[in-house]
C-alpha cells in the first residue's frame, strides 16, 4: 500500500496494471458506485436581481455573465458533480470528462438548459440543446484544455469552481479568442482544430 505522499509520484505518468490488478479493479472501473441527482430549484435557478452581464466581442457575440445562478443552484451543482462517479473519461491533457450518456444529467441541468437561453434571448434564437459535458480539472497535473472550437451556433461555458479555489480571480483561467473562420472553411471540426489552429498567434490575422 503506498502513502498518500508515494503516489503523487506516479499521477503523471501511465501505470502499467498487471493482470491480478486489473481483475481486481475490473468490478469497480467505470462503474456508477456513487449517484447524487439534483433536482429542480423552485423559483427558478438563476440569480436575475445580481447577475451582471457584460459584452466582451459584438462580432461574434461573446457575453460574461457573474453571479449568475441563486446559491441553492450553485451548492446543487456543486453535490452533483462532486458526489456522481460519472468522471470516466480521460482526456490527453490530464482531465477528466463526463458525458450525458455516461451520468452527466440531472433535473437541476435540464432546468438550466431551458433558463440560461433566456439571459440572451436573440443569441439563443429559439435553438434547443444538443448535448453538454463536464470538465474536473487537477490544479497540478492537468494542462487543461487547449485552444479548440466546438461545433454550435451558440455555445454556454459554466464555472462552478469555488472562489476560494479560483487561482486567476480576474479571469476564471478561460481565454476566448473573438475570432470567425475564414470565409474558405467549410465548418469542419477538424479544420477548426487542426494544428495550427492551437497557437494563439494563428488568430490574430482573424481579429
Known sequence: MYRLRDADRYM??????????????????????SRRDEPRVRGGALDW??????????????????????????????RFTRGTSMWTHVKHNGYLCAYPSGGFATPLLGQLAEELPLIAPDLSCGYQLVTSWG???DDVRSLGIGIHADIARVNINCWITPDESNLDPQGG?????????PAD???????????????PNFWVSFL
Not at 479493479?25 to 458506485?33: D, M
Not at 483561467?173 to 473562420?181: Q, T
Open 49 to 78: 436581481a445580481n447577475m451582471k452581464v457584460e459584452t466582451l466581442s459584438s462580432n461574434p457575440l461573446v457575453l460574461v455573465v457573474d453571479d449568475v445562478f441563486r446559491p441553492e443552484t450553485l451548492e446543487g451543482l456543486l
Open 12 to 33: 503523471s505518468e501511465v501505470v502499467s496494471l498487471s493482470v491480478t490488478q486489473q481483475i481486481k479493479l475490473a468490478p469497480f472501473y467505470n462503474r456508477h458506485l
Open 185 to 199: 472553411w467549410h465548418e469542419s471540426f477538424l479544420e477548426y482544430n487542426s494544428p495550427n489552429t492551437k497557437d
Open 135 to 137: 470538465y474536473l480539472y
Open 173 to 181: 483561467g478561460m481565454v476566448i479568442v473573438p475570432a470567425r473562420p
